[in-house]
């Protein structure tokens, strides 16, 4: 698949992604950055609006998967109590973790999506892989490294609005 940098899709949050806009791009796996995307990398409570949004996906017929890099517990534990599926260490950008998730979910990239909160990991990933790549706001850049990168990520942020891509962005 190409190389972008560019998000298909922006988002001004996850829980503005919705299973009407997913099903209308013939998508039916949603698979998902954890840390930065779902929760702060400080918290390990989700919101109750998170909640709803599982739920409402669940409902409308996509299903879930957290696909991060974390070793940590946190994205595990959290699916585990929430019910979604969950891959982790998988190498994003590579296409390690992402073509585990395709294969569990008996699912071509072309009828799947990838939501993340970094263009260097979530979005080149989704492009490299052929699924759709949704870009969200980070939730919280609690440190210099994340706001760093952050400011790196902007000119490829202006750069898709500017090509106008399919905008979801709340102003």
Not at 15 to 28: E, I, Q, W
Not at 91 to 113: D, F, M, N, Q, T
Not at 131 to 151: D, Q
Request: proline share 6%.
């Amino acid at each position: 698949m190409p190389f972008s940098l560019l998000p298909k899709a922006i988002f001004h949050q996850l829980t503005d992604v919705t299973p009407d806009y997913l099903r209308a791009n013939g998508r039916k796996l949603l698979m998902l950055d954890f840390d930065n995307t779902m929760l702060p990398y400080t918290s390990r409570i989700p919101t109750p609006e998170l909640l709803r949004w599982i739920d409402g996906m669940k409902r409308g017929g996509i299903a879930l998967c957290v696909v991060s890099n974390s070793h940590k517990t946190k994205s595990r534990d959290f699916c585990r109590t929430h019910n979604i599926g969950c891959i982790t260490h998988s190498k994003k950008p590579s296409g390690k973790g992402i073509r585990k998730c395709l294969e569990r979910y008996g699912v071509a990239p072309g009828e799947a999506a990838l939501a993340g909160d970094q263009i260097y990991t979530d979005v080149l990933g989704a492009n490299c892989a052929g699924a759709m790549s949704i870009l969200v706001k980070p939730i919280h850049l609690h440190n210099f490294w994340l706001k760093l990168r952050h400011a790196a990520e902007q000119p490829w942020i202006l750069l898709a609005r500017k090509r106008r891509i399919k905008k979801h962005e709340k102003s």
